[in-house]
């Protein structure tokens, strides 16, 4: 059976020959040509890399695979030098070995922000590392690209399940399909509840405030000995009288 006849896949036509092939094939099986999946920044629908225009809404697609640099990148897995590559206006540097990406600080942020390099980004992959001995060793600490100390391993924006290796200064380490998965919880709204998460902390963090100086104002009213007095518990139970009395003291604030 053809890449093209696998039950429940959409096809594509390869860049190079124009044959159909499924969207997850990463070589064509008739001319042997590499591909690369990427997506359209208008539609998001699915294509490969070298098309001119996308499949589904005919608009123009970018992607540029940069000339070598005198001294790339290199692959903090494999060691190997980086391929440098524009993803619209997102420089990325990829491994053609293990898959993984390399992105700067500032490429990070692009992404985060613009829904155009999302859509670029969001179906991008490299080919499929080859088997054996030269596969991407198990995760561990690896080194910056650009530095070379070890990076700090971070769960991205808290709560999305993707670990991904951080340096600050420097940029963020992807491993194959982990940028992609984190456009998608881009895309899914995570961003909307890590934001709602991190403004339910700040109010909490307010009314615990608020609480604490209402306590010292009641102190400061009746006397330590009344505070020591109330029965375990009563602080809490105490909290709109409290802030009632704060309200009095100091205003809304």
């Not at 859509?119 to 991008?124: D, K, R, Y």
Request: hydrophobic letters at 40%.
């Amino acid at each position: 059976m053809s890449a093209a006849a696998v039950p429940g896949k959409r096809s594509l036509h390869c860049p190079d020959c124009g044959a159909s092939v499924a969207e997850d094939v990463v070589r064509c099986p008739y001319c042997d040509a590499t591909l690369t999946r990427t997506s359209c920044p208008a539609c998001f629908a699915p294509a490969f890399a070298g098309m001119r225009f996308c499949p589904a809404c005919g608009a123009a697609l970018e992607r540029q695979v940069l000339p070598p640099e005198e001294k790339p990148l290199a692959c903090p897995r494999c060691a190997v030098a980086l391929t440098p590559a524009l993803v619209g206006a997102v420089r990325i540097d990829e491994c053609a070995q293990c898959g993984g990406l390399w992105l700067g600080a500032a490429a990070v942020d692009a992404i985060v922000r613009n829904r155009d390099e999302q859509a670029l980004i969001l179906a991008h992959e490299t080919p499929e590392p080859p088997p054996g001995p030269a596969a991407a060793p198990a995760r561990y600490y690896v080194p910056c690209a650009v530095c070379g100390e070890l990076m700090q391993r971070r769960n991205f924006a808290g709560l999305s399940g993707v670990i991904v290796d951080w340096c600050k200064p420097h940029g963020t380490w992807f491993d194959r399909r982990e940028l992609q998965a984190i456009v998608d919880f881009i895309q899914a709204g995570g961003l909307i509840e890590v934001r709602q998460r991190e403004l339910d902390a700040l109010k909490e963090e307010e009314r615990k405030l608020k609480e604490m100086k209402a306590q010292q104002a009641f102190s400061e009213l009746h006397g330590a000995d009344g505070m020591a007095d109330m029965p375990p518990g009563a602080g809490p139970m105490l909290g709109g009288a409290l802030v009632a009395v704060l309200r009095e003291l100091f205003g809304k604030d």
